[in-house]
């Protein structure tokens, strides 16, 4: 029997299923058809994952007025049914201007529910300290199963010719399930204090160099999780390599999350971090070596580590800031990554749209990462327990 943590933990994590495995990272897997059927070029393939991300922005700066105003529980469940929707309505229009508003819809919603649950799991993981490393890294692992989720069926159902628009009314429903099961851990849970970025009673100077990294984070690793995908089926990849590929991503994000729990947590300053963003930047060079399948999964194995990143600056948070002021540092660095990954799709998109193809794209991707994370290195351990 799973104790009362690890369900909350679990129960939350759905939350981050729906946030980003399903609305955010599915997309790789439907974009080939969808570039193909409507004549994407990389660029108008990658402006999708930039309204998503720039969705994602305008979401963290909403989370941070309407947390303190509605309740970090009414936010997260709230972001969840209007996430799932916006899936459902993908499914209805072949208009790019339409798909590019959901895809932003989506973002807003979405950043919503990662930034309230990443609150909720915070301040869980604080009643139960001897299991929180855990309930952190089975949150963010949350993820790693929309990813699984995915990889194991989307690719076989366009080999059945399942239409890209049924597909994503599909993962609409299946978010809206996981929505409630999420909901329901959340409604039990105490609605937590929060503190606005406005606030005076915190400064995220001592986390400088943390975000530095992070943006880097974010302008790299959106490169891979856009085009992974369509660079393995340029390179003549089956259906069976691509479902392999994307399922060894999600269950490596699920359980090498619980490999860094601990480092994360307790490693001088960031490094942690910084070791996480190292192997994640391996995994992103790995493919310009070789497009071999067995490369390929040695890749999504090591590039799987990319969500103990984003989980390493939930800890950082609590490490490094009082409790009140626990939901502002974890918005800022959301807010960070929002920017971040706004500009990357587009960068990547650009690049990969030149002569050099899809692989120059990858290559900016592992060489802002390895950039993040010498960054994060330079960061000092705090001054004070927080």
């Known amino acids: 029997m799973l104790s009362r943590a690890i369900q909350t933990a679990i129960g939350l994590a759905l939350g981050a299923t729906v946030a980003l495995g399903l609305a955010r990272f599915a997309y790789a897997l439907l974009l080939p058809p969808m570039q193909a059927e409507l004549s994407w070029t990389y660029a108008l393939a990658g402006g999708m994952n930039t309204a998503n991300a720039l969705g994602y922005l305008f979401g963290a700066l909403l989370a941070s007025i309407f947390m303190p105003a509605l309740g970090t529980r009414q936010a997260f469940m709230g972001g969840l049914v209007l996430t799932s929707l916006a899936l459902i309505g993908s499914g209805f229009s072949d208009n790019y201007l339409w798909l590019l508003v959901l895809r932003c819809l989506a973002g807003i919603s979405g950043a919503v529910v990662f930034i309230a649950g990443g609150v909720l ?20 692992a949350g993820a790693g199963f929309g990813i699984l989720l995915s990889g194991i069926s989307l690719p076989f159902a366009l080999e059945l010719q399942f239409n890209w628009r049924v597909l994503w009314v599909a993962l609409g429903f299946v978010a809206l399930i996981f929505a409630i099961f999420s909901s329901l851990a959340a409604w039990h849970l105490p609605d937590f204090k929060t503190t606005t970025l406005s606030s005076h009673k915190w400064s995220a100077w001592q986390l400088k160099f943390s975000l530095l990294a992070y943006a880097c984070f974010a302008l790299g690793y959106i490169a891979y999780m856009t085009f992974s995908v369509a660079f393995m089926k340029s390179r003549g990849a089956t259906t069976l390599e691509i479902a392999l590929f994307w399922a060894m991503l999600g269950l490596s994000t699920m359980f090498v999350a619980r490999v860094w729990s601990t480092p994360i947590v307790v490693w001088h300053g960031a490094r942690g971090l910084a070791a996480a963003l190292a192997v994640v930047a391996v995994g992103a060079v790995l493919p310009l070596f070789s497009s071999q399948f067995m490369v390929m999964l040695l890749s999504a194995l090591c590039f799987g580590s990319f969500l103990s990143v984003v989980s390493a600056t939930t800890a950082l948070a609590r490490r490094y800031l009082p409790s009140s002021a626990w939901s502002a540092g974890i918005t800022l660095f959301t ?20 002569a050099g193809g899809l692989q120059i794209g990858l290559a900016w991707s592992a060489v802002v990462l390895f950039l993040g994370a010498l960054i994060a290195l330079l960061q000092p351990a705090p001054t004070s327990d927080g």
């Open 335 to 354: 807010i960070v990554f929002a920017a971040g990954q706004s500009v990357g799709p587009l960068i990547s998109g650009w690049l990969s749209d030149t």
């Open 121 to 140: 799991i915070a301040h869980a993981a604080s009643s139960y300290p001897k299991q929180a490393a855990t309930m952190l890294s089975t949150y963010y």
